[in-house]
């Protein structure tokens, strides 16, 4: 870590090998800053890190991990830390934030990085779909200012008016619209990861957006001209932990063929450090809806 600069809101993961020998290692805390002072999280109990190390050993795991919680309260000492951590601990390269890290950030990255799949509670336990929606969150609030970000994309929430003569079925619901004045843009989006079966994970979890976005498209022409509104729907494809195996391109690769037909954007980033530039793509549609909305009105 020879880059001193850290980005605005930032995020970096803290590792622990229990035998560094045998290359094991699991996450245990997290480090979460802006450019004032930075913060560290971690679960009492070490649920990761139960699974590998000696029960007697978890005491000194913690009593260090409460010693970090006490050292790092700005940024400067991160990387102080990351110089003198010793070998039972490593600290991932600081990864940038799109949100300021408050309580509901800090959650979500220790449900993500620090609970043993199956034990957080309901209603946090992200399907292909949720993950997605979170991810996204990271990104939609600063895209278009102004917008609102709907959360609840069904056609009940976004278009209360309407009657049942515009969509003969119901429609599912997807991840997230961005509306702005005259422009709606509905975004359905999963998370590609290396599951046990990508390719059946990623089809159960894109096919029921497929059919939202195939309602849309057959629908749009009376769904305009029923709200005066410029509908438009992208799809989002987005990377998990181990986007380079061949059986993740692959789901990858599907879900895109199964979308391409029907959604009117497509945008699936080959890094997951790309992501950010989804807030680009969000302004680039909106600004041509806000121009078809201008032409239709000066006809």
């Not at 005066?228 to 989002?236: A, Y």
């Not at 692959?250 to 979308?259: C, I, N, P, R």
Request: glycine share 6%; hydrophobic share 40%.
């Amino acid at each position: 870590m020879t880059d001193q600069r850290l980005p605005r809101y930032w995020y970096s993961v803290v590792s622990a090998l229990p035998d560094p020998e045998a290359g094991d290692r699991v996450s245990v805390a997290i480090i979460v800053g802006d450019a004032r002072r930075a913060q560290v999280d971690f679960l009492e109990n070490l649920p990761k890190l139960a699974c590998l190390a000696p029960t007697g050993t978890l005491s000194m795991y913690k009593s260090i991990l409460q010693a970090i919680q006490s050292r790092v309260e700005n940024p400067s000492q991160f990387w102080g830390l990351a110089a003198t951590i010793g070998p039972h601990f490593d600290l991932s390269t600081p990864r940038e934030l799109y949100a300021a890290p408050d309580g509901r950030v800090r959650r979500h990255l220790i449900n993500h990085y620090l609970r043993i799949e199956g034990t957080r509670s309901r209603g946090t336990r992200f399907s292909p779909q949720n993950e997605a929606s979170h991810r996204l969150d990271r990104f939609l609030l600063s895209a278009v200012p102004g917008a609102l970000i709907e959360k609840i994309a069904t056609v009940e929430r976004l278009f209360p008016e309407l009657g049942d003569d515009v969509f003969p079925a119901p429609v599912p619901r997807l991840n997230r619209a961005v509306r702005t004045e005259d422009t709606d843009i509905l975004i359905g989006a999963v998370v590609v990861d290396a599951e046990d079966n990508p390719l059946g994970v990623a089809r159960d979890a894109s096919a029921r957006i497929s059919q939202a976005f195939w309602q849309y498209s057959q629908s749009r022409e009376r769904l305009q001209a029923a709200t005066g509104r410029t509908i438009r729907t992208l799809g989002v494809v987005l990377n998990g932990t181990s986007h380079a195996r061949p059986e993740v391109r692959s789901a990858k690769e599907y879900v895109l063929h199964l979308w391409e037909g029907d959604a009117d954007e497509l945008f699936a980033p080959e890094r997951r450090e790309d992501e950010s530039a989804i807030s680009d793509e969000v302004r680039r549609i909106v600004t041509e809806g806000e121009s078809q909305s201008g032409d239709s009105g000066s006809v």
